[in-house]
């Protein structure tokens, strides 16, 4: 890496680009006269979003969306040189069980909540031969706030390796495993769309989504014969004032940089394809704290260690006919050896562990009606101090959904101009947070926690 990368002078003028970089793609959401065109990727392959994408919307991606990908969302029929532009709307219902005993966030009741979740504007598609984005601003009423999104800004080629084919590619992004192209990496695993005023699992490794946003990497990666793929990067913390410019979170400082690795290997069969593959991560993040000010800072001195270490594996039955079948499957392992938290009395033991399984199942019939079930089980160390209660932070339960995507097909209404899926989803829990009965102290059950949530998930 480029020593301007991590010297203070080339860090500010890095702070500065990225900056730039969002409020440009802010203002040009904003202003351009093309922003209620067609989603940019269908517009720039003159093909229907279920040629990407199984259920014909969302971020399930087929064989050809993987290559898409991979090229660096460089693939284009045709001569278009509109400004590669797209807009999402989603509004959400949340109900659970039983009323939470305080309001989930400013503005809304303990209970049966509406709300625009998402408002997204995307710069997504082809900038050049081989340079691509997919970069994305949101706002939520969750927060009342317009901030960056996941972001994959790549370059990528076409070789030849041992005489087979090949792709290598590098990429700029905001969030470990937003490059991935299958849905097992926690950037993109079921559920696809998922409340955000409910209560969630109160502890998962770092590996699912702790860096989202509050990081930049640097990777570089290839796919051999359309079934070896390799990649590695390197993630480093942006600075909290930046994150308050872009309004995302900040968790701590990465001490230097976290290197990160990923290596899957994909089987294609008559009717479909198989892939097995492995990810790691390796942070040592520093505490976070508030200045006089109120604004997150980061605390000098120890670091936390994390070593996360990941398997997965996915099928998928595609036959050309009406029916088709996706199953995922992804583990998790996070060791921790805490320096920083436990000087500072947030953890009863120095060195933990944390487990994440997440499992699911879909089936679509004409990639328009959809049913997926899926199961999930957090647990780990016992720790009074870190997670309360019972001191652990086991947590298991399931989910079920029901979609409909009226559009998206070759011959559907304003193809590819619009489309939607409108969603039901249910989840339920087995334990929350170490217990069954009194989760937070207040007579609570875990299963009061179930949610009812449906949405309206609407791409221009």
């Known amino acids: 890496m480029d020593k301007a990368f991590v010297t203070a002078t080339g860090w500010t003028w890095y702070r500065r680009t990225l900056l730039a970089w969002t409020f440009l793609l802010c203002g040009l959401l904003a202003w351009s006269p093309h922003a209620r065109a067609v989603p940019s990727f269908a517009r720039q392959t003159h093909q229907p979003c279920v040629a990407c ?17 991979l090229l660096g969302y460089t693939l284009q029929a045709g001569d278009d040189t509109k400004i590669p532009l797209s807009m999402m ?12 005993t305080s309001p989930p966030a400013d503005g809304f009741g303990t209970n049966n909540n ?42 990528a080629r076409p070789y030849s390796f041992a005489g087979q ?49 509050q990081v930049i990497g640097f990777n570089v990666y290839t796919q051999i014969k359309g079934a070896l793929y390799l990649e590695g990067g390197l993630y480093r913390s942006l600075s909290p004032a930046f994150l308050r ?21 994909t089987w294609t069969l008559p009717s479909g394809n198989v892939e097995v593959g492995g990810f790691l991560l390796h942070a ?63 953890s009863s033991n120095l060195s933990n562990n944390l487990r994440a ?15 997926t079930l899926g199961g999930f089980i957090d647990n780990g160390s016992a720790d009074e101090m870190l997670y309360g209660n ?46 069954v009965h009194n989760v937070d102290g207040a007579g609570r059950r875990a299963s009061d926690n179930n949610t009812l949530y449906m949405y309206l998930w609407l791409a221009l």
Request: hydrophobic fraction near 35%.
């Open 89 to 100: 709307l989603v509004e959400s219902f949340t109900k659970t069980q039983r009323a939470q």
């Open 165 to 213: 084919p090949a792709i290598w590619g590098l990429s700029l992004n905001n969030n470990p495993t937003v490059t991935d192209v299958f849905n097992t990496a926690p950037a993109w695993q079921f559920p696809y769309m998922a409340p955000d005023l409910a209560p969630g699992a109160p502890a998962t490794p770092l590996l699912m989504g702790g860096f989202a946003g």
């Open 357 to 371: 399984l997440n499992l699911n199942a879909s089936y679509w019939y004409k990639n328009t009606w959809g049913a």
């Open 390 to 435: 019972n001191g652990r932070p086991n947590t298991q339960g399931g989910v079920v959904e029901l979609n409909y995507n009226p559009l998206g097909q070759a011959s559907s209404w304003a193809q590819p101009y619009a489309n939607l899926r409108l969603g039901l989803q249910y989840t339920w829990y087995a334990r929350f947070s170490g217990l």
């Open 284 to 346: 040592a993040r520093g505490l976070a704290g508030t200045n006089a000010d109120g604004n997150a800072v980061g605390i000098p001195g120890a670091t936390d260690k994390f070593d996360d270490y990941g398997i997965d594996a996915s099928y998928q039955y595609l036959p050309g006919s009406n029916h088709l079948v996706t199953v995922n499957g992804l583990f998790i392992n996070e060791q921790q050896h805490l320096d920083a938290t436990y000087d500072a009395g947030g």
């Open 53 to 69: 994408h199984v259920g014909g919307f969302g971020p399930q991606l087929t064989p050809f969306g993987r290559q898409f990908k």
């Open 245 to 265: 410019d872009v309004n995302a979170d900040f968790g701590g400082r990465i001490a230097g940089t976290a290197p990160y690795a990923r290596v899957t290997y």
């Open 114 to 155: 509406t709300e625009l979740q998402q408002a997204s504007a995307f710069l997504a598609g082809r900038l050049s031969d081989h340079l691509g984005v997919m970069a994305q601003a949101t706002y939520s009423e969750n927060g009342g706030l317009l901030g960056w999104d996941n972001s994959d800004l790549r370059y």
